[in-house]
């Protein structure tokens, strides 16, 4: 595929290969952007800044809602496309694809309700005469970075907000997984997209990523990915907004009252979805020590139910990993835990990039599976006496996304919530669960700043104040 630079769908004599990880067959190439595409990209993106403000809110609804549109009536194309380049089986897929339409059409909706405020003027001495508002206007030239585990959705959670708030945004894809967002840039521009509000630039985020983010005609660095290039941007962007929405190690409690057999049936799932390549994904488990045996049982049961392999068979639960390298890192990771006293209760063994479901107990602490985050089909179950035990085990990592607790008793749930630190807490559900309209992110090394699109829409518009003096209002 071509990438969309300034108004143009341009090559580049540099590829780079876009491979299926499943058999590392080429299944497309793209251009490998350079210095020089990056600035024909900024000044792009620059001027077009006018016109990305001058579209009404209806006009911005209105092209979302369009492009919501393309992608459903297209959804099995965009499924197919998400589930090839990347690790995610074909359902999975699709459920990527359907949650994109939602994304999209939040934004639409979003567009419209983009509010301010009165402020009362008059709320101290020497304001009498005043009057005035908040608007939220275009922050400007929004620099969006996303990485490869969902290749769709999350790109739309960023050119959502930043086309529903009147910006100019410019899109880097992960190498590995560009085609998804290349297809969506498409459906943005058949949607009536004005040219060079979109631009979608493909290649590597170590040779582009450092011009990209310090430039200062950029407002916005939103970014989602690791803490090591996260941190990177962070100690390059200079004075503009940053977005983070970084990695996390997911723990789950489960109490003795809890449904068992349902928290180790979404559990399994939390666990393995996507191949374990999921921010939110579950990767600790403490469970109380009445419940412990039981639970095992059915978890492990339920992981060695997981069928694995071709992703485009309807039957197959799980994929590949994004590469054989990955794989490789998280069996090292398996090995270095069980060198430590850990204990393979399923799984452990790699083929290729295919990583079987894993399930390891007595992982001690100074294992990197445990303090880590795994981002590969791996998940460790411990013992635990008593909640503030659990709990504080639960927080003892440096990660916070996604954390969620199991108990048919009130009381105990709200201690969870209570004491459990991160962006949010899931009662009664795995850690994988995210509704596209809720603040989304995290706390510690998880990141800085909310997704979702309404929390998006406030990072990527700036309030702008309206203040009339009107000498004769209120005579003195
Ligand atoms: P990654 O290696 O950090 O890459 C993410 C994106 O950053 C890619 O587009 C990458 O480009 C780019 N990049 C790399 N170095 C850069 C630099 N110096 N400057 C600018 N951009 C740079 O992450 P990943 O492996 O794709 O994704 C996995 C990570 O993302 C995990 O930690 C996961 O937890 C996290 N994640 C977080 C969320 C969330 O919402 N909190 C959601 C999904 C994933 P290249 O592909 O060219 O290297």
New binding site residues.
Partial sequence: MKMLLGDQWVDREKTIDVRDPFDNAVIDTVPAADAADVEIALAAADAARATARAMTAYDRSQVLLATADIVADNLEDFAETIAREGSKTIREARKEATRCVNTLTISGEEAKRLLGETIPFDSFPGGEQRRGHFERVPIGVVVA??????PLN?VAHKLGPAIAGGNAVIL?????TPLSALKLCEAFMEAGLPSGVLQCLT????VL??A??SDPRVRMVS????????E??VSKAGLKKIGM????NSPVIVWHDADIEWAAETCVSGAFWAAGQN?IGVQRIYIHRDAYDRFKQLFVTHTKDYTIGNKMDEATDMGPMINEGEAKRVERWVAEAVEKGATVLAGGSRKGALMEPTVLENVPKNATIHFQ?V?GPAVNLYPVNDLEEAIAEANSVDYG?HAAGFSNDVTTCHRMIEGLDAGSVLINDSTDYRLDSMP???IKN??LGR?GIRFSLAEMTEPKVVCWYLPGLRPE
């Fill in positions: 970075i996303t990485p490869f585990n969902d999350l880097k894809p992960a190498t590995v290649g590597h985020g170590a990523g450092d990209l983010v970014f989602t990915g690791g803490l090591e290039a996260g990177r941007i929405e970084l990695g996390s921010c985050e981002f996304l989304f992110g995290g998880s990141g997704e």
